[in-house]
């Protein structure tokens, strides 16, 4: 018996020492994060990363389960593995820096399954700020097409982090970020799942990505995925004994997880370190592994500066509808001959008025919802014949205001709210389009409220993610930019289709009016939500009490009114909106001028300090000009930041406007308070800013001339 376990422990080391000769390494450039690959006795692939030698993922498992085949989960041999360095710089078309380093140590390895005569690629690729890696699935006989059951992707975690984490879904984001340990998550998870107009939980321990975590010992860590294309957008299953998460994709109509014909790529899964909290939120690793634009004229695409008829609509105080008729059939009615409700804010007069203001105070873009026929029964019906997206409503004048706003250099936005029926959006595309092209849009914002039409497809599966990539092509043919709501959460594809401007893909700020949004909202999204691409958070509203708009709508705006402002520079978008109405910036023009002020497209951004939950102050330099506007929230405690201005230009001096809260300002009972002062400042200025509960601070910097 001893002579035969000694030879079993004989056989269990050589299977060991063969299997580490199987371990493959690679280093980020700067050498501080290390990416081991190795395939377990079963031939089970993992991988494992470290940072500055501490675990950021242990050991962890890779494969996929397919339907109606054998799986790709074990089996394997390595066959050829493949390492390079890659190094170069690109220049977004928009951005938060002017020119982006992409610079990444490669292993790819191919991994053989002897007993099915298939093989994989697993693609490896470490940057000094994280680690991406992918499945390739190579064109071969014996793996044409197949159908995913799941994607095992492991994440093992180190231990029992905080989180910031919202409820794993396949078709909404607008959750309200909770903050806890993983092993809470299943506790809180009842509480998490809030109401909306259409929603998929699948576990009491499923999360979203972009998931933000933070170790005991002070490691940042940011799950995502990049270049999400013809795949099932990716939630996480917590096992929260082990810590480990894994991959959970988002099932189609019939439960299928993906169709795949080979030659085919997975999207890149994502995992962002760093022991500065800061570092995650200037990290464009997300965006580095997305393919270069392949758009050879890009002139057309322009960052947006919009006020909208829009913020009326959403208080309650005016309405998308034309009447108040029910059930009705979009040809069947001639509305001309119809009742108006008298409510209807998309009408010419009162568009003009936008169109004037957005003139008088330099904005590009006015934003008009509710203009085309449909508005009445447009929710929670599951229509499939729900709009035309080319009959405005008899008060909207298409012509006459594309006339006026054109004569004011002012364009306007677009509206296609598709109510979640695709198959309709994509019967009308090439019209709609067209019709914009003809009125001189160049602009849309989409929407897919509700479920998903076919019934069964959910907004997040790998149908749906086909047809929002669909409509950013075919957009881009009629050189049109996209701001999608209710779409799938960005996942840095904005950089090949530079065309996509915004996505909402999280709680915005419509929520302020339906119950509001947590004090601390603004200081996690930027770490969640952001790391995938810019938000169409739609900030700037001034009057936050919302019963001034609507007596029946108590909610209230959960900021200070100078927090709104600070949100143009801590939410970067070069999609932004001045989303409150005109009467109420008028009421408060000394403060609407940083509004006017603030850049939408940057040289350069340095997060200043930046806690997670806590605060984020952030500075950015205007493209191609020599201000800069600094931004800082914080969360419902209140606090004072302390910064120095060295990222000033050397040798210049410059006149700061300091627009802060005051003293006895306070989220809820005294949001308006604020202050505003100018002083000179140069490089070596250091400055101490107190900022109120739920409040901020705005600065623009000025060059002294
Ligand atoms: C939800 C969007 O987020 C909001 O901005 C829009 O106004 C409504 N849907 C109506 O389309
Ligand atoms: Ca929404």
């Known amino acids: 018996m001893l002579n035969y376990t000694r030879q079993l422990l004989a056989l269990c080391c050589l299977v060991l020492l063969w299997n580490n000769a199987q371990a493959q390494t690679i280093k980020s450039p700067n050498g501080q994060l290390t990416l081991t690959f190795a395939l377990q006795n079963d031939g089970v692939p993992t991988y494992r990363l470290t940072y500055k030698s501490r675990d950021v993922i242990k050991t962890s498992k890779l494969g996929l389960e397919l339907k109606n085949a054998p799986s790709l989960t074990s089996g394997f041999a390595v066959g050829e593995s493949k390492q390079r360095t890659f190094d170069e710089s690109w220049t977004p078309v928009w951005g938060e820096v002017k020119t982006i380093r992409n610079h990444y ?26 680690l991406g890696f992918r499945y390739e699935f190579p064109r071969q006989a014996k793996l044409d097409y197949f159908t995913i059951k799941e994607e095992r992707t492991q994440f093992a975690l180190a231990g029992d982090h905080k989180a910031f984490w919202l409820p794993g879904d396949y078709d909404t984001q607008e959750y309200s970020t909770m903050t806890s340990k993983l092993s809470e998550v299943r506790g809180l998870m009842k509480s998490a799942v809030t109401g909306n107009a259409s929603q998929t939980t ?52 019939v439960g299928d997880k993906g169709l795949i014909q080979t030659p085919a790529l997975s999207p890149w899964r ?60 979009l040809d069947s009615v001639d509305f001309r001959t119809v009742k108006p409700n008298g409510t209807h804010g998309a009408n010419t007069a009162h568009v003009k008025e936008y169109i004037d203001f957005a003139a008088l105070h330099g904005f590009d873009a006015v934003l008009v919802e509710g203009w085309n026929t449909g508005w009445e029964d447009w929710f929670g019906k599951h229509k499939d014949y729900v709009f035309d997206f080319v009959t405005p409503y008899p008060d909207f004048n298409v012509a006459e205001l594309q006339q006026y706003a054109a004569s004011k250099k002012v364009k306007i936005i677009m509206h296609h709210e598709t109510s979640g029926s695709v198959r309709n959006y994509e019967r009308h595309l090439d019209s709609a389009f067209t019709f914009m092209n003809k009125y001189g849009y160049n602009a849309v914002k989409t929407g897919y409220v509700g479920d998903i039409v076919p019934l069964g497809h959910h907004h997040y599966d ?55 949004n947590n004090a601390d909202h603004t200081t996690i999204l930027p770490f ?16 936050t009490k919302i ?14 009114l100078v927090r709104q402002m600070a949100l143009y520079v801590t939410m970067y978008s070069p999609l932004q909106m001045a989303a409150d109405l005109p009467e ?34 952030i500075a950015r330099k205007a493209k191609g000009k020599s201000s800069w506007f600094i931004g800082s929230t914080c969360d419902e405690n209140g606090r004072t930041s302390n910064i120095n201005l060295s990222f000033l230009d050397p040798g210049k001096k410059y006149v700061a406007t300091i627009y802060a809260d005051a003293k006895d300002a ?33 600065i623009s910097v000025m060059e002294a001339r």
């Open 666 to 698: 306070h989220y809820e009972k005294n949001p308006q308070a604020y202050t505003i002062r100018k002083m000179p400042v140069t490089r070596k200025t250091k400055l101490a800013q107190y900022c109120a509960p739920g409040g901020g601070y705005a």
């Open 270 to 329: 994502t995992v962002i370190v760093s022991d500065k909290a800061g570092d995650i939120l200037e990290s464009k690793l997300v965006l580095n592994l997305n393919e270069p634009t392949k758009f050879k004229d890009t002139s057309w695409i322009k960052p947006v500066k919009y006020v909208g008829v829009w913020w009326e609509m959403i208080t309650g105080k005016s309405t998308w509808s034309y009447t108040n008729m029910d059930n009705i059939k």
């Open 584 to 617: 109420h910036y008028n009421q408060h023009l000394d403060a609407f001028q940083f509004i006017k002020d603030v850049a939408v497209d940057w040289d350069e951004t340095h997060v200043l300090e930046a806690e997670p939950g806590d605060y984020i102050t």
């Open 528 to 543: 969640t939500r952001l790391i995938g691409g810019p938000m169409d958070y739609t900030p700037g509203i001034f009057q």
């Open 547 to 560: 019963s001034i708009l609507n007596p029946k709508n108590n909610s209230f705006v959960h900021s200070t």
């Open 462 to 516: 790998q149908w749906l993610i086909n047809h929002y990539n669909y409509v950013l092509e075919k957009a881009a043919a009629h050189h049109i930019m996209v701001n999608g709501h209710e779409a799938v959460r960005p996942t840095g594809l904005a950089r090949t289709y530079p065309n996509l401007i915004g996505n909402e893909a999280a709680r915005g700020t419509e929520y302020e009016s339906f119950g509001g």
């Open 202 to 253: 699948f576990s009491p321990t499923g999360l979203q990505t972009p998931l933000m975590l933070k170790s005991q010992d002070g490691l940042y860590i940011n799950i995502h995925e990049a270049a999400l294309i013809d795949y099932s957008c990716m939630n996480l299953e917590l096992d929260d004994k082990s810590f480990v998460l894994e991959s959970h994709l988002t099932p189609d109509a």
């Open 105 to 130: 140590n490669e292993l790819a390895v191919t991994l053989a399954q002897a007993a099915s005569g298939r093989s994989i690629r697993v693609r490896f690729r470490v940057f000094d700020d994280g």
